[in-house]
């Protein structure tokens, strides 16, 4: 069987060569993918033109068709996203909004592009907020038809991910690796196991 493809839409809204602390926790999570003969891609959101829209296809034209193209390639597709006053990130409702036609066509056939496929969620931040994002994304993602297992969250709320902390990276990543490496390892497996369980079985047509 060919290796689980995972795709993580970063919403940092951070752009170019910019560390955030998103990206920080999603390279962390990459790498725990290695250990399931899968990988995993990280599309940093912020480098793309994506316009307003609810169509995959808008008459100005932007970038957007080509990162769906991307997600409908992987097997597990997973948002990633700051605490920006108790949401999601700009950039992620965004892309909320222009997957909206994929939800049309569970309204019109009774499934999208993205059945079959499983769903994961990053979020960083240094207050609360964590628990209102998973409610909504999760409630997004079964709407499309994507499928989320347990413990296919990965959530690091931390004063030293405040916008102005002082911490080094070096600091970040050592705080990652003392409290949450068997949690990103649980959410890579718990992930690839799900997506291998969809591909041997999917639903019903």
Known sequence: MSKIKA????????????????????????????????ECEIIKLADYDIKPGTYTIIDSGDDWPSILGKMLAADIVIFATPVW????????????????ELHDEIMDSGRSRLTNKVSG?????????AEHIIGNL????????????????LTVLWPGFAKKSD?????????????YASTA?????????????????PYPE
């Open 121 to 129: 969620i990053i979020v960083t931040g240094d207050s609360d907020g």
């Open 85 to 100: 006053w108790g949401i999601q990130s700009s950039l992620i409702q965004r892309t909320i909004e222009r997957l909206d």
């Open 185 to 201: 390892k649980k959410a890579a497996e718990n992930l690839v196991f799900m997506a291998n369980l969809l591909k041997k079985n």
């Open 138 to 153: 999760t409630n997004f993602f079964v709407a499309l038809g994507l499928t989320i297992p347990p413990f296919g969250t």
């Open 167 to 179: 911490k080094s990276e070096y600091e970040k990543l050592k705080y990652l690796e003392d409290n």
């Open 7 to 38: 795709v993580i839409l970063l919403g940092s809204l951070k752009t170019g060569s910019e560390d955030s602390n998103t990206l920080l926790l999603s390279q962390f999570l990459v790498k725990q993918f290695s250990s399931f003969e899968s």
